[in-house]
């Protein structure tokens, strides 16, 4: 049962059920549309963030770092390369090819997932 059928058989009758339902339609149609703004490295990240339990930066540094291996092994990632030293990550983008985004970046990048993955998955806590 959805969110909205959840309210719909919760709550009482009355204009309120009708306004709260109203506003679950319009929050979800909201979700979808964002889902589809993001980038090619924030979907990316974003499917790495749903496997990890605690996504913490090192956390994704290091599943980086074996997907980066793995692409060199079987060319399976598009993450090439993980330079600690000079703090960038090395990937591929399909349609714009090699390209590098700082660690301060990748930040960024990890605190977006970590929003939207707590929107659209529930971790029991």
């Not at 979808?32 to 990316?44: A, D, S, T």
């Not at 990937?91 to 997932?113: C, D, M, W």
Request: net charge positive.
């Amino acid at each position: 049962m959805g969110a909205t059928g959840y309210a719909h058989a919760n709550l009482p009758d009355g204009p309120e059920r009708d306004e709260v339902i109203t506003l679950l339609r319009l929050g979800q149609r909201f979700a979808e549309q964002w889902h589809g703004h993001r980038g090619f490295l924030q979907c990316r990240i974003d499917e790495i963030v749903k496997t990890l339990p605690e996504p913490t930066f090192h956390d994704l540094l290091e599943r980086l770092n074996f997907e980066a291996e793995r692409r060199d092994l079987a060319g399976a990632s598009a993450f090439e390369k993980v330079d600690r030293i000079n703090g960038l990550l090395v990937y591929y983008h399909p349609s714009q090819g090699r390209k590098e985004i700082t660690f301060p970046a990748l930040r960024n990048v990890l605190t977006k997932a970590k929003k939207f993955c707590a929107v659209t998955i529930h971790h029991p806590r």
